[in-house]
């Protein structure tokens, strides 16, 4: 069965640093993992996809992260960040084995100190 | 395009009371959702469709049910409301992928902050 864990569920960081979130999933066969975005009181958006193509995924609002399948591991970084970045972030994994049914992680807080 | 959206936006319910809460999207996606979220819980699947008229349960399904008779909407309904029901809910909806199965990104709707007293 696929699943995933979310290292962190908190990271803070100061505005301009590096910020990196990070993701751990477990998967049968070829997964597909995302990246999703909520600020508060808000839906979740789309940050970034992987689909078996690239394995450094580019996404919205300088965003990446790299499916590294040695290390299972799917995490989030961003050189800089900016105070609109602070937002519960979530990943995501679907495979053939859960019919494509996605799981979700329990999500990481971000918070960006000025 | 209005993307996903959801009726009502908050709703306080007492205890044993029945409701709707309404989702519809509007870009003709075959495969929709309910999920529940609850602190440090993430989100949990409630119920999903794979397209009009079929429907199936996910993770935390008991004390909800849905129908799904057009492709544009997907109402979910709390038969008689209790206290560990209060969260928030998303509907979201997709488009499928090869098979008819889900492989791609979802779109979610504003939610619904439900509180049952």
């Known amino acids: 069965a696929q699943s995933v864990t979310q290292l962190d569920s908190h990271v803070s960081v100061s505005e301009g640093t590096p910020v990196l979130l990070r993701c751990n999933y477990s998967?049968?066969?070829?997964?597909?993992l995302f990246w999703y975005v909520q600020h508060p009181n808000k839906g979740l958006q789309l940050l970034l996809k992987?689909?078996?193509?690239?394995?450094l995924v580019k996404g919205i609002n300088g965003f990446e992260a790299e499916f590294k399948k040695s290390e299972t591991s799917f995490h989030l970084t961003k050189p800089s960040a900016h105070m609109s970045d602070a937002a519960e972030y979530f990943c995501?994994?679907?495979?053939?084995?859960?019919?494509?049914?996605?799981?979700f992680g329990r999500g990481t807080s971000l918070i960006v100190h000025p | 395009n209005a993307g996903v959206t959801q009726t009502p936006k908050f709703q306080v319910l007492k205890t044993g009371q029945s409701m709707t809460l309404q989702c519809a999207q509007d870009?003709?996606?075959?495969?929709m959702s309910w999920y529940r979220q609850d602190p440090g819980m993430g989100l949990r699947l409630i119920h999903y469709?794979?397209?009009?008229?079929?429907?199936d349960q996910g993770e935390v399904p008991n004390g909800y049910n849905v129908s799904r008779s057009t492709t544009e909407d997907f109402p979910l309904r709390l038969l008689s409301a209790a206290p560990s029901q209060t969260s928030v809910y998303f509907c979201?909806?997709?488009?499928?992928?090869?098979?008819?199965?889900?492989?791609?990104?979802?779109?979610f709707g504003p939610g619904t902050r439900l509180t049952v007293l």
């Open positions: 979201a909806s997709s488009y499928s992928g090869l098979a008819g199965y889900n492989y791609n990104e979802q779109f």
């Open positions: 998967s049968s066969y070829s997964p597909s």
């Open positions: 992987y689909t078996s193509a690239a394995t």
């Open positions: 995501v994994v679907s495979d053939s084995g859960g019919s494509y049914i996605p799981t």
């Open positions: 870009m003709n996606h075959e495969y």
């Open positions: 469709s794979v397209g009009a008229g079929i429907t």
